[in-house]
């Protein structure tokens, strides 16, 4: 396969009397600043992620025109981004890594759990304006969703062994002293035909957050932004009655109150309402602190019982699935 730009690269190279391994250097840190320049607007790649063992190359390369430098006032003074000559061999040297590598990215990504490979890839990771995957941003959240909320160490061990494997076979480079992980942008064009569907596992966390925020009135309380937010993760309010209603059986919450509470109704009396229903209403009215617009379907009397149960319903298959081998 041709790879033109990267072979014209390595002639210019040549005719500077720079053969072998000196070569082969030049054209590694050039990948790494290709792979770690991560996004626009950006200094790029830190100079301390490449100066202390790539010094001599940079330097090359700056004077051959492949890459310039950002300037940045904070913790990084400056970084280096490609030129546009630089990103053409760049992407060249990408290509010919993965034709080159393939069959050995194909039997380290079987290793991994389909499922989970997805997900890593899907939330530790964002798509940047230039092609790559940065975990600037997600691989925060992902750490906590996995380390917090599903508190799995295996799930955390593996996806670690992921980034550190795709960072040995050159597909992937730390930047920021290692707090930040970029994939190459043709990486992400190969491993797409090792994603799988995750089924219903991201919405099952999302279910779990939405009625764990409910119960601690993060960001919203009432029932009409509960049922919204439940229905954005395909659930019916049918459902959640149902599942209230087998958490009262428990004694961790009341009963589901199926109809909203209105000044209105406070005022009407109903011979045929269930006692246990009135009581539930008096109590979810006992509770309100703001007014008749926060209409809460259901009190909650067990906090920890509470959290315990929604893991065991939605969390524990999700964290089966994404550790099943196929």
Request: proline residues 2%; glycine residues 8%; aromatic residues 10%.
């Amino acid at each position: 396969m041709a790879y033109e730009h990267l072979d014209a690269f390595v002639k210019e190279l040549e005719g500077e009397d720079l053969l072998g391994k000196e070569r082969d250097k030049i054209l590694d840190a050039l990948r790494i600043i290709y792979i770690g320049q991560e996004k626009e607007g950006t200094i790029g790649i830190p100079h301390g992620d490449v100066d202390t063992i790539f010094e001599n190359e940079v330097a090359r390369l700056l004077d051959m025109g492949m890459i310039y430098t950002v300037e940045h006032t904070g913790v990084w003074d400056f970084g280096y981004r490609c030129t546009e000559k630089g990103n053409l061999v760049g992407h060249d040297i990408m290509r010919k890594v993965i034709d080159e590598t393939g069959e050995e990215l194909r039997r380290f990504l079987d290793r991994i759990p389909p499922k989970l490979l997805t997900y890593w890839f899907r939330y530790a990771f964002e798509r940047t304006d230039t092609g790559h995957y940065s975990s600037r941003v997600p691989m925060h959240s992902f750490k906590y969703i996995v380390t917090k909320v599903l508190e799995s160490a295996d799930i955390l061990n593996l996806a670690e062994r992921v980034r550190k494997g795709l960072i040995s076979l050159d597909v992937a480079v730390k930047t920021f002293d290692g707090h930040i992980t970029i994939l190459a942008p043709e990486f992400g064009e190969f491993v797409e035909q090792y994603l799988v569907d995750i089924g219903e596992g991201v919405n099952n966390y999302g279910l779990y957050q939405t009625l764990i925020d409910f119960a601690d009135r993060r960001g919203f309380s009432t029932r009409f932004e509960l049922l919204e937010r439940i229905e954005r993760h395909g659930w019916t309010e049918e459902q959640l009655m149902e599942l209230v209603n087998e958490m009262a059986e428990l004694g961790i919450t009341s009963r589901y109150l199926a109809e909203p509470i209105t000044e209105e109704s406070l005022e009407e009396e109903d011979e045929e309402e269930d006692e246990e229903i009135r009581k539930l209403r008096e109590e979810i009215i006992g509770e309100r602190t703001i007014s008749f617009v926060e209409d809460r379907p259901f009190r909650v009397y067990d906090r920890d019982g509470y959290e315990a149960y929604l893991k065991e319903v939605f969390l524990e298959p999700f964290k089966e699935e994404l550790l099943a081998s196929s």
